[in-house]
């Protein structure tokens, strides 16, 4: 199972809106509605910030929103701010042997 | 409050073993889903297992089949991952989570601190 592939890095100026793609296959992102975000800070554990592709979890701020379309899904940030530089993971659960696979996390630089 | 807290963690030589430990509080335990996903050093995240709550059936990465075993004891409230026949690649820190909010599927909402396992010679 090969991780989903995401940018290696994404950045943006304070106040403006960025996209992180995710991009899988049928067996993973494309065949479920069950894709995840997680923010992880340098030396934090992983947040969840978006699941089943646009969901929130309770205190997540709506300036984070998912989407999907096909193979692959995407993570919107808007309004962009100095606390949202972090690395951003996607994952999705997947028909293969191993349940869950990760994408290849992006880092997002706030410029 | 809701709490995953992993220990077990070190240095160990290729082909040995660790066994790491996950206690929970906070949550109904017993029913809940849990997993292990590891980040090597300066690496992504690698989801590596998970065991049913209910019935308790296990799943693993391709990678470490046959050689990472994944348990539970509810009456303890604790999760372990068994780690034998240990390689390089398998240095990482290693996390344990769950999902404990209701309405949240296949995701993970909970996660411990980690804990570092470190392979070499």
């Known amino acids: 199972q090969s991780a989903l592939t995401q940018p290696a890095s994404v950045s943006g100026s304070p106040g403006q809106s960025i996209t992180i793609s995710c991009t899988g296959t049928s067996s993973d992102i494309g065949g479920y509605n069950y894709v995840s975000w997680y923010q992880q800070h340098p030396g934090k554990a992983p947040k969840l910030m978006i699941y089943?592709?646009?969901n929130r979890p309770s205190g997540v701020s709506n300036r984070f929103s998912g989407s999907k379309s096909g193979n692959t899904a995407s993570l919107t940030i808007s309004g962009l701010q100095a606390e949202d530089e972090a690395d951003y993971y996607c994952n999705s659960y997947t028909s293969n042997s191993t349940p869950y696979v990760f994408g290849t996390g992006t880092k997002v630089t706030v410029l | 409050e809701v709490q995953l807290l992993e220990s077990g963690g070190g240095l160990v030589q290729p082909g040995g073993s660790l066994r790491l430990s996950c206690a929970a509080s906070g949550f109904t335990f017993r029913i809940s889903a849990m997993y292990w996903v590891r980040q090597a050093p300066g690496k992504g995240l690698e989801w590596v297992s998970g065991?049913?709550?209910?019935?308790?059936?296990?799943y693993y990465a391709d990678s470490v089949k046959g050689r990472l075993t994944t348990s539970r004891d509810n009456s303890k409230n604790t999760l372990y991952l068994q780690m034998n026949s240990l390689r390089d690649e398998d240095t990482a820190v290693y996390y344990c989570?769950?999902?404990?909010?209701?309405?949240?599927?296949?995701?993970?909402?909970?996660w411990g601190q980690g804990t570092m396992v470190t392979v070499s010679s």
């Open positions: 989570a769950t999902r404990s909010t209701v309405g949240i599927t296949k995701a993970f909402d909970i």
């Open positions: 089943e592709v646009n």
């Open positions: 065991i049913g709550g209910s019935n308790g059936d296990t």
